[in-house]
């Protein structure tokens, strides 16, 4: 069994119950163990967060400072959740057109509990392999995987 989808969300607070909700539907439609799918939804809320928050090249909500969030024409709004369950693995990424992480955030195999990051940290509690990376020039991306687990009636089982 294999599902797929690609969400393309304004940086904006609103957009997070969004893909968490979209995320929470397919696996629970899928057979998925609700356990499993409730820490994948708090780590794409988390991501998700990370990419309203720090998502674009501009001020708040990625407006260049005094110019109407209408007016902005290159992306710098927006960020990208793609989410893959294939066969008895679930990989999600979310991806924005931020300055990117800190070399050092990029570098550390599990984030710090710093004041920043800490949300990285959850992410890598709840997922089995987390990946950061910047796209220099277009942004930071955030991928990580977790085995699934299914319900005992799960119509889309894996055999």
Known sequence: MS???SLHLRREAASV????????????????DPDISYELSVALSEACANAVEHGGRGGA???PVGV????VLDGTEAYHVT???D???????VADSGPGFPPSTVARRRPSLAEHG???HLIGELADHVRLRNRPGRGAVVSFER?????????LRVS
């Open 17 to 32: 119950p969004l893909a968490r909700r979209l995320l929470l539907g397919t696996m629970d439609t899928a057979g998925v």
């Open 68 to 71: 109407p969030a209408d007016e």
């Open 3 to 5: 599902i797929w989808w």
């Open 147 to 155: 085995m699934l687990k299914w319900r005992e009636d799960a119509l």
């Open 61 to 63: 909500a990625g407006c």
């Open 118 to 120: 800490r949300g990285l």
């Open 87 to 93: 066969g008895d693995r679930c990989r999600i990424e």
């Open 83 to 85: 989410a893959f369950l």
